[in-house]
């Protein structure tokens, strides 16, 4: 998986969310279990992939976006 950001806030998340949606990856919204938790993040995850090098493709195509993505084992 290539994450993408880590947001407190969901409107932030949700707008990441869709734009990778509308650049055809394979988008995941991961929500804290408990939204009010100060330490909670809500996460957009890219993949997952294959092998690494193919995340590493991706992770790459991300940056370009403007995207700060890095890669989660």
């Known amino acids: 998986m290539v994450q993408v950001i880590a947001s407190r806030s969901r409107k932030d998340a949700q707008a990441v969310f869709h734009a990778l949606k509308l650049k055809r ?3 995941t919204l991961l ?3 408990d939204p009010t938790d100060r330490g909670a ?3 957009v995850q ?3 992939f294959p ?3 193919k995340a590493e493709k991706a992770r790459a195509e991300l940056a370009q976006d403007g995207f700060k993505p890095f890669i989660k084992h």
Do not use: A, D, N
Request: proline share 13%.
């Open 31 to 33: 929500s804290p279990r």
């Open 25 to 27: 990856y394979r988008v």
């Open 41 to 43: 993040f809500f996460r």
């Open 46 to 48: 890219v993949g997952p």
């Open 51 to 53: 092998s690494r090098k």
